[in-house]
């Protein structure tokens, strides 16, 4: 952990004139501050970065990691589900970036056990980047300011695609948003709340949310089943966890989202169904706890929530190295 | 002329340390250096980015000005014509935005006098964003952020889309790319240029190009014939200038498109039919000029064209405020 230790010294430095002490919690939540990251391999970040926006890694040529991650956005579209090659509709609501290293898993259902397994499937699936994974290796082969660079990183002048995941993983790891105002509370601010946000956070709690949303994500920590108490009612196909697990008793299970930057990154659920906060609160407390919110105690628990956003991540666009003579054209429609 | 020469003042400062003293022309050719540009109005500036980089001025929430002008790659997204709204194709090349202030009016065939008459065609055109003007402002409106944001820049509560093009059209102004090797050879710099890239411009002015190519863009100063000498041969429908004008003595005369960064704003011509540069100038001697360039002639051209990339604009990403409950929601598939 000897990079969380040099994050947290950073970050104490950088806040020493401020409120917050980082690092040091005082109060006892199941919710915990996250850590600002600082990578060992600033190279490797700037590459990833560069891949991260890179849409020559789709067949279109127009859709890179942060079409559907938007990191002006709060690593969301912001759609119910997400659009991809051809306009396709995806299955399911895209996950935010943000603090996704947070995670015991990657995808809705788990079936990614990190972010190097994640990166490479939204490029290959047909639906989304629709790149055969060859032919984005192919791509990135013909471009000098790559093999360069890749070359740099990580000694080689062959890419494979190893490299490729490994690089945008590296980068996700600095996706991480510390310093929201219930951080601070979290830290030992007591005015960093207002009295409406901290009885919020005191129903979230003690009526039970953070059985399921606990840890430094507020979520991320395991699955569980989408409508526990009340069945959840979608017209979406997807059945969660037992498409991996291939466990009938796993059907509706998720993976719970992380709640931070939750203002950010609407609308909610799976399926996106839930367009907002108020929404999202009153299902999630009837279908999970069995409990039927009252109008005010949503509007307290949506206080809590927005209380969630942190420090977003400060991206300097990156330049992408311009493709040679010999680099595969795009194919938008194929 | 104010602000020029703060700018100006302003470079000469940084670049007091290095090889070129900005503004001061030296050699006296037709092609100009590239002046930095200050603006008198950041937070309209920064108003403008956002907007630059906002899909929710399409109607399906995830296409920006961005997304076919992308600042990653030269101001342009690299495709033979754009994929718009829906996944259609759009009927010309997207010409970067990079320098386009420098322009005589917008667009290949210059239907927009300047950028701010620019910026709101593609907001509404139904094969790139599919927006209404009025459902654009209705989103705007309904976001806090936005509307503080306007009241601060503007002085109004009430969100117009004169200020939404004034603001995009003055970020527009800022992206500009000077300090190309070509600009520090222009100022004086004997050893910015290669022989072979001497050579190339020699040619390629001494020869004919710098006819239409030539102010400080190395092109936007006029409108021309596409296949002067020879018909230009292409499956496109458009017509060019004659659309706008009516008189059939324009019909495939197009703005003369920018040099500037051309090594990234392939692929070339307004169909996007020349792949390659050494294609381009290929064609371009033959159809323009009646005049068949050797391979190493053609090479020393190419050459030169790529010491016309200058300094990209540095850009943050910017953070866009979130939609409220208010907001009308992204409709794709509408």
Same mark, same amino acid.
């Given at each position: ?98 603090? %996704?290293?947070?995670? @015991? *898993?990657?995808?809705?259902?788990? +079936?990614?056990?990190?972010? #190097?397994?994640?990166?490479? /499937? $939204? ?70 709340? %207002?009295?409406?946000? @901290? *009885?919020?956070?005191?129903?979230? +709690?003690?009526?039970?949310? #953070?059985?399921?949303?606990? /840890? $430094? ?118």
């Amino acid at each position: 952990m000897k990079m969380k230790a040099l994050g947290a010294a950073v970050a104490f430095t950088l806040s020493a004139a401020g409120t917050a002490a980082w690092a040091q919690q005082v109060r006892d939540e199941p919710i915990k501050p996250i850590q600002p990251y600082v990578s060992s391999n600033p190279a490797k970040v700037e590459l990833g970065k560069k891949l991260w926006f890179e849409p020559r890694l789709s067949m279109s040529g127009i859709i890179s990691c942060n079409t559907c991650h938007n990191l002006s956005r709060g690593g969301t579209d912001n759609l119910k589900t997400s659009i991809g090659h051809g306009w396709k509709a995806g299955p399911v609501n895209a996950p935010t970036v943000l603090n %996704s290293s947070l995670a @015991l *898993a990657q995808f809705w259902d788990g +079936r990614a056990a990190n972010l #190097v397994e994640q990166a490479g /499937g $939204p490029i290959q699936a047909d639906i989304e980047m629709n790149m055969p994974h060859a032919l984005a290796l192919d791509v990135l082969q013909s471009i000098p300011g790559y093999v360069a660079e890749f070359k740099a990183v990580y000694g080689s002048d062959r890419i494979t695609i190893g490299m490729v995941t490994g690089a945008i993983a590296e980068f996700e790891e600095t996706l991480v948003t510390p310093n929201s105002r219930f951080d601070q509370w979290l830290q030992g601010d007591d005015k960093a709340l %207002s009295a409406k946000e @901290l *009885a919020g956070y005191t129903l979230f +709690r003690d009526s039970g949310c #953070v059985a399921c949303h606990n /840890g $430094p994500a507020a979520g991320g920590t395991s699955f569980q089943r989408m409508g526990l108490v009340e069945p959840y009612q979608s017209t979406s196909p997807v059945e969660g966890r037992s498409a991996v697990t291939g466990v009938d008793a796993d059907r509706f299970n998720f993976k719970v989202p992380t709640l931070r930057n939750v203002e950010m990154t609407y609308p909610y659920f799976h399926d996106g169904e839930a367009a907002t906060l108020e929404e999202a609160v009153d299902i999630m407390g009837r279908l999970q706890l069995g409990r039927t919110y009252s109008k005010d105690e949503v509007d307290s628990i949506v206080a809590f929530l927005k209380t969630l956003t942190g420090d977003q991540p400060q991206i300097a666009l990156p330049i992408l190295p311009p493709s040679s003579n010999a680099t595969p054209r795009p194919n938008p429609f194929q």
